[in-house]
């Protein structure tokens, strides 16, 4: 069992840059690849970001590439998200999830992020 907990997002102007974390407890965190996803208002969920077990791989929807980064600490059991350059459209709720098998199958609660114009 994994359970996931996100935090740090807010109202931001476009332009600006937060950084989202997610916290994660249960089973051993470096066991598990995670991944960040969003789910804007009348959209279905989409990829964000990937990272690998212990940081050595990620990926990026081209949406955000050049944009956002993934990274995370095993020691402090937490996967982060840093966004910049943010855009209107990027206005979703952002989820992590863990990927303990092929599938992400542990998510957390989401954590809004709001860009205004």
């Not at 959209?43 to 791989?57: D, L, N, W």
Request: proline content about 2%; overall charge positive.
């Amino acid at each position: 069992q994994v359970q996931l907990v996100e935090s740090g997002g807010g109202l931001v102007q476009a332009g600006g840059s937060l950084r989202l974390s997610c916290a994660a407890s249960g089973r051993t965190f470096s066991s598990y690849a995670m991944g960040w996803f969003r789910q804007a208002p009348g959209k279905e969920r989409e990829f964000v970001a990937h990272i690998s077990r212990y940081g050595v791989t990620t990926y990026y929807a081209n949406s955000v590439k050049g944009r956002f980064t993934i990274s995370r600490d095993n020691a402090k059991n937490t996967v982060y998200l840093q966004m910049n350059s943010l855009k209107p459209e990027d206005t979703a709720v952002y989820y992590c999830a863990a990927q303990t098998g092929e599938q992400y199958d542990y998510w957390g609660q989401g954590t809004q992020v709001t860009v205004s114009s």
